[in-house]
């Protein structure tokens, strides 16, 4: 296929929505192969602005996964997070594309019913037309007008107000990594927030929390109850944002992200099921536009 080919130069952005729609790597790819197969038995001739055809499939059939992953996220064995993406450095560069595949920000896309959460994506973060996103849903421009007002709506009432700037977020974070490597208790303690509340993603896969866990004593505990001695903690960039990776003997053994207020770190998100660490092996290309 030629790096010409409409497909080839849109893919990245075309797995970006897929991603963003469905918080998945895996689930993203899935539709990402669709969509070219889509794309390789249709009548190029008839497409008369290939992105928007090619976004447009893409949204259908990661909104018909999405509606389909329903019943799975409800047999999930306990708490169920995004599939980590291993990023460049450079992603953050883009605030709006690191904040909008924020692990924080992913958790309150769950919250959003598929259509709404299609059309949030597509309007805040890719910044589609209203025309285009209708003929995406399938719904009329005043309905799409009218989703996009109560996703918005929605959204801004659960999102995250960091009030840290990324320097001070990427030392907290540090601090954390250091402190926990080092068995530094103390320090550890100090960079947790009172009403810090960590989130285990095994899967049912391995040995994980089944509920989340609230406030920094019960964390803390938590923490160091759990780790092993010969952990290695190495840091990492994922969904555009520095992160830390777990390494047991040499062996991957799971990645955090968290989210920092006001200086201390209010969420942890740890993720072990290892169906979901596959794409923390190479960076991931993310992008928003051309």
């Given amino acids: ?134 003929q995406a849903v399938e719904k009329s421009e005043p309905a799409v007008r009218q989703i996009a007002s109560r996703a918005r709506t929605h959204v801004a009432e659960r999102r995250p107000r960091t009030s840290v700037t990324a320097r001070e977020r990427d030392a907290v974070i540090e601090k954390f990594r250091s402190a926990t490597e080092g068995g530094d208790l103390q320090s550890l303690m100090d960079v947790l927030a009172p009403d810090v509340v960590l989130m285990t993603d095994g899967g049912g896969r391995v040995q994980a929390a089944l509920n989340p866990i609230h406030g920094r004593d019960k964390v803390f505990r938590f923490l160091t109850a759990v780790a092993p001695d010969a952990l290695e903690l190495q840091p990492v960039w994922l969904n555009g944002s520095p992160a830390i990776q777990f390494v047991v003997g040499g062996q991957r053994d799971g990645v955090g992200t968290m ?22 092996i190479a960076p991931v290309d993310l992008r928003r536009t051309l």
């Fill in 1 to 134: 296929m030629s790096e010409t080919d409409p497909f080839s130069a849109h893919r990245s952005l075309l797995f970006t929505v897929a991603y963003e729609m469905l918080g998945s790597a895996t689930d993203a790819e899935d539709v990402v192969q669709e969509v070219w197969l889509r794309w390789a038995d249709s009548d190029r001739d008839d497409v008369l602005d290939p992105r928007a055809y090619l976004v447009r499939i893409t949204t259908r059939l990661a909104l018909n996964k999405l509606r389909g992953n329903a019943r799975r996220r409800e047999d999930y064995v306990g708490p169920w997070l995004p599939e980590p993406l291993l990023t460049s450095a450079d992603v953050a560069d883009d605030v709006a594309l690191a904040d909008s595949v924020s692990t924080a920000m992913l958790l309150v896309l769950e919250t959003l019913p598929p259509t709404e959460r299609a059309v949030f994506v597509l309007r805040e973060v890719f910044d589609v037309s209203y025309a285009e996103i209708a």
């Fill in 259 to 280: 989210l920092v207020e006001d200086g201390l770190v209010t969420r942890l998100y740890l993720v072990r099921n290892p169906d979901k660490l596959g794409a923390v």
